[in-house]
């Protein structure tokens, strides 16, 4: 396990998601699933009714923050992408594991589903900060 993997499971599966549009920035807290394969590409959804898909539609670009574990681990990064995603819910709903998830999303297959890809991140901790690249 790489130590992005190791940083990305301290986020219990939760990423703060800031955008910005018509120069105002948002920020909302989501739940995200990796891909087992391509652990820099994270999957999360949205009702297509929600003012964050208005804000995606004109800026994929984001940054992000995961939330901090007991020795400050998270993930950020302003070097990340969000657009809809080209797979279906059907091909990615193995992924989400988070009990919550369900409870928050109980029609997952109704909602638009997200790809954010990370293309660098810093990984920073109360010991530390290390940067990570994926392009």
Do not use: C
Not at 20 to 47: C, E, I, K
Not at 116 to 121: K, P, V
Request: hydrophobic letters at 40%.
């Amino acid at each position: 396990m790489t130590l992005f993997e190791e940083y990305m499971q301290a986020a219990k599966g939760l990423v703060v998601i800031s955008t910005a549009a018509d120069n105002q920035p948002s920020s909302r807290l989501m739940g995200f699933a990796p891909d087992p394969q391509q652990p820099n590409v994270w999957y999360l959804v949205s009702q297509p009714d929600a003012t964050k898909v208005k804000e995606l539609a004109q800026n994929e670009r984001v940054a992000i923050l995961t939330l901090l574990n007991e020795n400050g681990a998270r993930i950020e990064s302003n070097q990340a992408t969000m657009a809809p995603s080209e797979k279906q819910w059907s091909e990615v709903a193995s992924y989400f594991k988070a009990p919550i998830f369900s409870k928050m999303h109980p029609h997952p297959e109704e909602e638009i589903l997200y790809q954010l890809t990370i293309h660098s991140a810093r990984l920073a901790s109360y010991a530390g900060n290390e940067n990570v690249t994926f392009d």
